[in-house]
């Protein structure tokens, strides 16, 4: 058998656990997770490479009801996948006695269009669920739907993780590698740090406040006598209130936010970081267009 590679999208509704799963897969941190729904705005690229194959994943952002502009790009991005793929991955989580969520039900549509493009099921958080539960909740949406391989796996503890990349790997085609081995993502590293910066707002930052925000890297250098990084981001939030609540009582939530992304930059970078945070209040971007192609999310 030759190398194989090709690329692996995967899809399915807001915290089924996407992120979570590409970072096992991959065994690497790439995708920023949180407990909130719509954590991933973007396609970003993960790459695992070993001398045996090279499995480049998509992670979207979970499919949802649009009501923004920013949501009509995310839902957007999620579909251009399907578009340049060898194998698509749908994850879903459920609860003994849950119906199929409405979400689910949209994409078990899109997925009955796709055709010669090999689909596999996974039943993510399966250790929150026992044994006959899973089995009801796969016979549930493969009723629904046809797929080529089916898994119940937990991103979170690794089960079946090794049987799920194995999964994967019988589906690819034998091709060439499409990225140097080394490499682990297709994200830059200015891209990298906004991203640590908005996932330490989601932690910590409670309500819609998070999901109002967006960050951008104005300058990101390194200093040439020494391994440091001088990196300037602004906060975009929506309201003077939400401004207010970011930055805390004496800037304490900012300064939280800051040390805690600085901490996840250094260790990614495996160099020393000077990092300053901003906040500007713009009203409503995320239905902006110019100040959505500002930020990278461009139609």
């Known amino acids: 058998m030759g190398f194989k590679s090709g690329f692996v999208t995967v899809i399915g509704r807001p915290n089924v656990g996407k992120s979570t799963l590409i970072n096992a897969l991959t065994e690497e941190k790439i995708s920023i997770v949180t407990p909130k729904p719509q954590t991933t705005r973007k396609n970003i690229k993960a790459i695992y490479t070993d001398d045996f194959c090279q499995m480049v994943f998509c992670d979207t952002p979970g499919i949802h009801e649009p009501k923004t502009r920013l949501g009509e790009y995310m839902v957007n991005a999620t579909k251009s996948a399907f578009e340049e793929t060898d194998v698509i991955i749908f994850i879903t989580a459920l609860q003994k006695?849950?119906?199929?969520?409405?979400?689910?039900?949209?994409?078990?549509?899109?997925?009955?269009?796709?055709?010669?493009?090999?689909?596999?099921?996974?039943?993510?958080?399966?250790?929150?669920?026992d044994q006959q539960t899973a089995v009801s909740i796969i016979a549930l949406y493969t009723e629904k739907a046809a797929f080529d391989e089916v898994i119940a796996i937990s991103a979170k503890d690794g089960f079946n993780i090794k049987s799920l990349k194995t999964l994967i790997i019988d589906n690819l085609p034998e091709g060439p590698m499409y990225y140097d081995k080394d490499q682990i993502t297709d994200q830059t590293m200015r891209e990298m740090a906004e991203e640590m910066i908005r996932e330490k707002m989601l932690y910590f930052l409670s309500e819609e406040v998070p999901h109002g925000v967006a960050?951008?890297?104005?300058?990101?250098?390194?200093?040439?006598?020494?391994?440091?990084?001088?990196i300037d981001a602004i906060i975009y939030c929506e309201k003077e209130t939400h401004k207010g609540i970011i930055?805390?009582?004496?800037?304490?939530?900012?300064?939280?936010?800051?040390?805690?992304?600085?901490?996840?930059?250094?260790?990614?970078?495996?160099?020393?970081v000077n990092l300053k945070l901003w906040i500007k209040v713009k009203s409503d971007w995320r239905n902006d267009s110019r100040m959505l192609n500002k930020l990278g999310y461009k139609f």
């Not at 119906?99 to 009955?112: F, R």
């Not at 960050?215 to 390194?222: D, G, I, K, L, T």
């Not at 930055?247 to 020393?272: N, P």
């Open 215 to 230: 960050v951008e890297v104005e300058n990101f250098r390194q200093r040439p006598d020494m391994q440091l990084y001088d």
């Open 247 to 272: 930055i805390g009582k004496g800037g304490a939530m900012l300064k939280k936010i800051a040390t805690q992304a600085r901490k996840s930059m250094e260790y990614s970078f495996d160099c020393k």
């Open 97 to 129: 006695d849950e119906k199929i969520p409405k979400e689910d039900v949209h994409i078990l549509q899109l997925l009955s269009e796709v055709k010669n493009i090999p689909k596999i099921f996974v039943l993510n958080k399966c250790d929150t669920i």
